[in-house]
């Protein structure tokens, strides 16, 4: 479908879309050029883009300075934000020739979701949407449902999803291409597989308790229960704020590290002697793939951790995967 020969372009929000669009380039899905446009006033992106400069981006790939969305589409462009105000303006007003749905986390699955469900609008499911931003949503859905109809659109995916959702989108004309990181994968070693004998344990940390899914004190016994156990390393996520990090900064047995490089950048490398421990989160999937020796347990979220008003169709969304191992928490005090 893409002009191979041809230049792209990337609108790229948070670093997991940037990672998903340096590979679909690398493995020769979006053009012989491209050209990653990341959104301005997104700090964790700036320190992304300055990581993977570093690593060494893959040949043909040019990052601009942090920007606002594009104007028009240009003949490829790949988004990692379905549910994006900027994503849909653009598609309303001037859609790309071609476009690349990239990942953005679980959410992906939430966007396939809407794509193949006429009831399910494009929009976030715990975000209260605006009149004019459920008007907006509802115009781009049709607006991408016709360039799907067109055979316009392909999907780019490090996300295991489920048959019922690749036996839809097949019948509707929709590729479902897999993410592999292959380029992740080929870069050097991060270190973190060298240096000190014994298990490291990582704890990935999580939104949900800052975006207000989750019971702060519940989930902080959890971790303070890993890390009495033996020490452990915290990877804060870029969204969490003082509500988890300030009581668990000097905790003992906590090594707290601020997570402004991607957890798939600072991770790989990792051998079978280290141990990640996590929430549901996106990380699994992709980890699993760039980082295989690893013991990754990926937890599910216990009923009375979730918020009252926390929607069961949000709950949906943010489980581990029905058909990978996962674990249930249990506390004690």
Same mark, same amino acid.
């Given at each position: 479908?893409?002009? =191979?020969?041809?230049?792209?372009?990337?609108?790229?929000? !948070?670093?997991?879309?940037?990672?998903?669009?340096?590979?679909?380039?690398?493995?020769?899905?979006?053009?012989?050029?491209?050209?990653?446009?990341?959104?301005?006033?997104?700090?964790?992106?700036?320190?992304? =883009?300055?990581?993977?400069?570093?690593?060494?981006?893959?040949?043909?790939?040019? +990052?601009?300075?942090?920007?606002?969305?594009?104007?028009?589409?240009?003949?490829?462009?790949?988004?990692?934000?379905?549910?994006?105000?900027?994503?849909?303006?653009?598609?309303?007003?001037?859609?790309?020739?071609?476009?690349?749905?990239?990942?953005?986390?679980?959410?992906?699955?939430?966007?396939?979701?809407?794509?193949?469900?006429?009831?399910?609008?494009?929009?976030?499911?715990?975000?209260?949407? !605006?009149?004019?931003?459920? =008007?907006?949503?509802?115009?781009?859905?049709?607006?991408?449902?016709?360039? +799907?109809?067109?055979?316009?659109?392909?999907? +780019?995916?490090?996300?295991?999803?489920?048959?019922?959702?690749?036996?839809?989108?097949?019948?509707?004309?929709?590729?479902?291409?897999?993410?592999?990181?292959?380029?992740?994968?080929?870069?050097?070693?991060?270190? +973190?597989?060298?240096?000190?004998?014994?298990?490291?344990?990582? =704890?990935?940390?999580? !939104?949900?308790?800052?975006?207000?899914?989750?019971?702060?004190?519940?989930?902080?016994?959890?971790?303070?229960?890993?890390?009495?156990?033996?020490?452990?390393?915290?990877?804060?996520?870029?969204?969490?704020?003082?509500?988890?990090?300030?009581?668990?900064?000097?905790?003992?047995?906590?090594?707290?590290?601020?997570?402004?490089?991607?957890?798939?950048?600072?991770?790989?490398?990792?051998?079978?002697?280290?141990?990640?421990?996590?929430?549901?989160?996106?990380?699994?999937?992709?980890?699993?793939?760039?980082?295989?020796?690893?013991?990754?347990?990926?937890?599910?979220?216990?009923?009375?951790?979730?918020?009252?008003?926390?929607?069961?169709?949000?709950?949906?969304?943010?489980?581990?995967?029905?058909?990978?191992?996962?674990?249930?928490?249990?506390?004690?005090?």
């Amino acid at each position: 479908m893409t002009d =191979v020969t041809g230049t792209a372009q990337a609108w790229v929000e !948070s670093p997991f879309q940037l990672l998903g669009a340096l590979e679909a380039h690398a493995s020769g899905r979006l053009g012989e050029r491209l050209v990653v446009l990341p959104r301005k006033d997104v700090e964790p992106l700036v320190t992304a =883009v300055a990581e993977v400069t570093r690593l060494g981006l893959p040949a043909g790939v040019t +990052i601009s300075l942090p920007t606002g969305a594009p104007r028009r589409g240009g003949d490829d462009l790949a988004v990692g934000d379905a549910f994006s105000g900027a994503v849909h303006r653009l598609l309303v007003q001037a859609p790309p020739r071609r476009l690349v749905l990239l990942d953005d986390g679980r959410s992906t699955r939430r966007v396939m979701d809407a794509i193949l469900d006429e009831d399910i609008p494009l929009t976030r499911p715990h975000v209260r949407q !605006s009149a004019h931003r459920a =008007v907006l949503a509802r115009m781009a859905k049709r607006r991408l449902l016709k360039m +799907i109809d067109a055979g316009r659109v392909r999907v +780019i995916t490090a996300l295991p999803l489920p048959e019922r959702v690749l036996d839809e989108a097949a019948l509707i004309g929709l590729p479902i291409e897999p993410n592999d990181f292959a380029w992740l994968r080929s870069l050097p070693d991060s270190g +973190i597989g060298s240096g000190r004998d014994g298990r490291e344990t990582v =704890v990935l940390g999580t !939104s949900m308790v800052a975006n207000r899914l989750i019971k702060a004190q519940p989930y902080l016994a959890w971790v303070r229960q890993m890390a009495n156990a033996g020490p452990v390393v915290y990877r804060a996520h870029r969204r969490e704020n003082g509500s988890t990090l300030s009581p668990l900064t000097n905790y003992p047995g906590i090594t707290m590290i601020h997570g402004e490089v991607p957890a798939e950048i600072a991770l790989r490398g990792m051998s079978s002697r280290h141990q990640v421990v996590t929430l549901p989160t996106t990380a699994v999937s992709s980890l699993r793939l760039i980082a295989p020796q690893a013991n990754i347990q990926e937890f599910a979220v216990p009923e009375d951790w979730w918020m009252p008003e926390v929607a069961e169709s949000v709950r949906r969304h943010l489980v581990p995967d029905p058909d990978s191992d996962f674990l249930e928490i249990t506390q004690h005090s």
